[in-house]
């Protein structure tokens, strides 16, 4: 659960709070995912850096501060695509941070273009991958889906920050 506030994990009964770079870094993703992978939720904050060359691809590159964070947004020059994030920043304790989303050809569905998959690493990791399989739109959830999810779960797991 990611809100302005905090971002929570329930991984098996587990709740961890994420806090520094983590909880700006998905703060961020949140804006970006729930923008459907465009730059609308970051409009007023973009700073443009031109065209940039990586091998046989050319990228527009925009670039915002998000709390404690840079994020780089490389834009294909032909569909104007998001495919790569790149989220920077410096930690005293852990020293720098950086994390790249790599997303893949866009996938039409319902009307609307999403990644068919997108890959995220942080530097010094392996990375893992996250393939779109089934998309449901417009689902049904309980006004108070998400209040009553955290009180169950606070009330019965082991939070963790």
């Known amino acids: ?3 302005q506030d905090n971002v929570k994990r329930n991984c098996f ?10 909880e700006s870094t998905y703060q961020c993703l949140a804006g970006f995912f729930s923008g ?22 050319k990228y527009y590159k925009l670039t915002t501060n998000f709390k404690d964070l ?8 032909i569909e104007f695509a998001i495919e790569r994030v790149v ?13 790249n989303y790599d997303f893949g050809p866009l996938k039409e569905i319902n009307g ?19 393939e779109i399989s089934k998309v449901k739109i417009n689902q049904f959830i309980d006004e108070d889906f998400f209040s009553n999810w955290e009180k169950e779960c606070m009330a019965r797991t082991n939070v963790k920050k």
């Open 112 to 130: 609307l273009k999403i990644p068919s998959y997108w890959f995220s690493s942080q530097i010094g990791t392996r990375g893992n991958m996250y």
């Open 1 to 3: 659960l990611i809100d």
């Open 13 to 22: 009964n587990n709740i961890t709070i994420f806090s520094g770079l983590q």
């Open 70 to 77: 840079r994020v780089d947004f490389y834009l294909n020059e």
């Open 36 to 57: 459907l992978f465009t730059l609308w939720k970051f409009k007023d904050r973009l700073e443009f850096h031109g065209l940039k060359v990586f091998g046989p691809k």
């Open 87 to 99: 989220f920077q920043g410096f930690d005293h304790k852990t020293g720098k941070y950086e994390v």
